[in-house]
């Protein structure tokens, strides 16, 4: 009895032993335990947004252009031309002396070597000239919205001026105030007239603005002749009625040059 005790208790001990020595069964995963990840995968950055490209701007042509003002008190319209006399830009239209920058060398202005419709313009030389508006005087018609400022208006009336077309020239020939600055004869400047959706006004022959006529809106035709040495007549027809005005003391103008320089 006591041999089969001892048996039994050394099984037991066996049995325990054995028991610790056998590792822990691990369950079986289930079918979406083993379809999905044991790690989950970091979300990968989100890239920085590409700035979209932008066509390079061209390099800043900035070309600093002097004068010193012609001895005539006035209004003053200033041009840049190509060296065929092209006008490329017009850089000041009936503009006061304040509108310029004061420097050691006279007027001071800027231009951006772009033309009209602000294209950079071709390399090449170019010129800036202008002229000098004195008191010019302006009797018309009072059409509607004329612009009267300090020039003189007077009722001239409305003209039979289709009878006058036919007789009318695209531009008239005028003599100027000799610049003493300048080592010239007394200079002739040829003028025409010019029209757009604000009005018409007086123009050089290459298209210079110097003198605003009227702002009589929707003009359909504007036409000049020459009155005597000094005065022209224009006329404008905004399609109901036309009217004439009269430019006097076209003799108090001046022409200046800024001279020529080379836009790379």
Same mark, same amino acid.
């Given at each position: ?31 979406? $335990? +083993?379809?999905?990840?044991?790690? +989950?995968? $970091? ?34 319209? =200033? ?27 006279? !007027? *001071? ?7 009209? $419709? $602000? ?12 002229? *000098? ?17 300090? !020039?003189? *208006?007077?009722? !001239? ?28 004869? &007394? ?23 110097? =003198? ?6 929707? =003009? ?25 005005? &009269? ?18």
């Amino acid at each position: 009895m006591f041999k089969l005790q001892i048996v039994t208790f050394v099984a037991l001990v066996v049995q325990i032993a054995f028991a610790q020595e056998s590792p822990t069964p691990i369950p079986s995963p289930t079918v979406e $335990e +083993s379809l999905s990840p044991s790690i +989950s995968p $970091e979300e990968p950055p989100t890239p920085a947004p590409v700035p979209a490209q932008t066509p390079s701007a061209s390099p800043a042509r900035s070309f600093r252009i002097s004068f010193v003002p012609p001895p005539l008190e006035g209004t003053i319209s =200033l041009g840049i031309y190509d060296k065929s006399g092209k006008l490329v830009r017009v850089l000041h239209q009936e503009a006061q002396l304040n509108e310029f920058a004061i420097g050691a060398d006279g !007027l *001071v202005t800027q231009w951006n070597g772009r033309n009209g $419709e $602000e294209q950079d313009s071709p390399a090449g030389r170019y010129q800036a000239r202008g002229y *000098v508006m004195g008191p010019l005087k302006v009797e018309g018609y009072h059409a509607r919205g004329y612009v009267m400022g300090s !020039l003189k *208006v007077e009722d !001239l009336g409305e003209s039979s001026a289709p009878s006058m077309e036919s007789k009318a020239n695209a531009k008239v020939k005028v003599k100027l105030v000799r610049n003493p600055l300048r080592k010239e004869k &007394r200079p002739f400047v040829e003028l025409g007239i010019g029209f757009d959706s604000d009005g018409s006004y007086l123009k050089t022959s290459d298209d210079l603005p110097l =003198l605003t006529i009227s702002e009589t809106p929707n =003009l359909s035709r504007v036409w000049i002749t020459k009155k005597n040495e000094d005065a022209v007549d224009v006329w404008q027809d905004d399609g109901n009625k036309v009217y004439q005005f &009269r430019i006097s003391n076209l003799d108090q103008m001046m022409a200046f040059d800024c001279g020529e320089f080379e836009l790379k």
